[in-house]
């Protein structure tokens, strides 16, 4: 929806998100690809390239604004790799026509699930409403 519609949001977190979904399926060697053929299919098939294609958030990325966005990768996550995340936000920073926030926080010791330990989702969550109520302006 950012990539068809980003005029619908002033604000968005992205937590792990799947986001170059052409080439992490081009990739047999990543942890899941081919298991998940079953539900993207298998992009070595030209109607399924062009079919991921059309919707993969990191190939439709374009020339437009966008809403202010915190993007939070785990630099451990064997599902959703943390540069994928990171390729998005520099393809965004270079297209993106607008000065609203695009920030990327990618947690060294974090997996798919976050970081673990007793204090950790609570700083997180502070963290995004932190986010939240800058781009929104919200005062105490």
């Known amino acids: ?11 968005a977190i992205a937590e792990v998100p799947f986001v170059d979904v052409l080439n992490t399926m081009l990739d047999p060697d990543l942890p899941l690809t081919v298991t998940e053929y079953d539900e993207w299919g298998n992009p070595q098939e030209p109607e399924v390239y062009e079919r991921i294609k059309s919707y993969a958030p990191y190939e439709n990325v374009s020339a437009q ?8 990768a785990g ?5 959703v790799q943390y540069w994928e995340a990171a390729k998005w936000v520099a393809k965004l920073r270079a297209r993106k026509t607008d000065d609203n926030l695009l ?14 330990g007793r204090y950790q989702g609570l700083r997180d969550v502070a963290l ?9 302006q919200i005062a105490e």
């Open 1 to 11: 929806m950012l990539n068809q519609r980003p005029e619908l949001f002033r604000a």
């Open 65 to 72: 604004a966008y809403p202010a966005m915190l993007v939070i």
């Open 75 to 79: 630099y451990n996550d064997s599902r």
């Open 103 to 116: 920030l990327l926080k990618t947690e060294l010791g974090a997996g798919h699930g976050g970081m673990s």
């Open 128 to 136: 995004e409403y932190a986010f939240i109520f800058k781009v929104l």
